[in-house]
């Protein structure tokens, strides 16, 4: 029996401006809910117009974003809010706010316009830090933290919205080996505990080392899109890419290469 997808796209086309190329278009793929999806392609590619579409940033062209079996365009801001959260490539922190600070920014969808988060927030908040194993940092200034644990403040943020969906936009980009394979395991972890993850990447090796599916795009088309078995390929990869690329297993584990004897 087929699960019905929490996040789907049908056909979706966006342009920023009538005189301007559409960035993306006939965009056609669903996510599964509790899946790791990886949009994976080159710089360019319209990857992070894609995932701002799905949060409902931007609005398609022409086509369908369902959320949750919904028109996205039924939701309202903050029900959305609620049901996706953002982890953005660049995130502006408050320079003087503590990372429990930052994180309780989290619960904005839940409060009103005047409201001061009361102890169960916080409580939420403290909650997304141990996620994310920094609660050790909860009273630290923002602007102290190294560039790792900023990229996990940011997340413990997102997950303080308690989403169904989280986004996240190239959530390894700048991080050395160590901080890159915490976020992947973070990730990891979330999945199996329901929550739908998407994330992009010009990485394939990221993509293929936690991601269930992957979505191939080149010049904001989706190439292809399915479990990554079927889609990490030689072929597929040389075509996103551009260039000539060789998948070899190493203990288990697809990894992409250049192929330089094509080069």
Do not use: W
Not at 51 to 80: D, S, T
Not at 95 to 101: G, N, Q
Not at 126 to 142: C, F, G, P, Q, Y
Not at 224 to 253: C, S
């Amino acid at each position: 029996m087929s699960v019905a997808p929490i996040l789907a796209f049908h056909q979706v086309g966006f342009g920023y401006a009538k005189n301007l190329p559409e960035a993306v278009s006939r965009l056609n793929f669903t996510v599964p809910p509790g899946s790791i999806t990886a949009i994976l392609g080159p710089n360019g590619a319209g990857k992070t117009t894609l995932l701002h579409l799905a949060l409902g940033l931007l609005h398609p062209r022409f086509g369908e974003i369902e959320v949750g079996g919904k028109n996205i365009c039924e939701y309202r801001r903050r029900e959305l809010s609620r049901l996706i959260g953002l982890v953005p490539q660049n995130e502006y922190l408050p320079y003087e706010f503590s990372v429990l600070e930052y994180v309780v920014l989290g619960r904005s969808p839940y409060l009103g316009p005047l409201d001061m988060p009361d102890p169960k927030n916080v409580a939420i908040a403290r909650e997304a830090l141990k996620t994310v194993s920094i609660a050790h940092l909860a009273d630290r200034v923002v602007h102290e933290l190294s560039g790792g644990e900023i990229q996990l403040v940011i997340v413990a943020r997102a997950l303080a919205q308690q989403p169904r969906i989280l986004l996240l936009d190239e959530p390894t980009s700048h991080l050395d080996l160590a901080n890159k394979h915490t976020i992947l395991k973070i990730l990891h972890e979330l999945a199996r505990t329901g929550v739908t993850v998407v994330f992009s990447t010009h990485d394939p090796d990221a993509a293929s080392e936690i991601a269930d599916r992957l979505v191939l795009m080149r010049n904001g088309r989706v190439l292809d899109a399915g479990h990554v078995d079927q889609v990490f390929t030689a072929e597929k990869l040389t075509k996103t890419y551009g260039i000539p690329v060789k998948v070899v297993q190493l203990d288990g584990l697809k990894i992409a290469l250049h192929d330089e004897k094509y080069a």
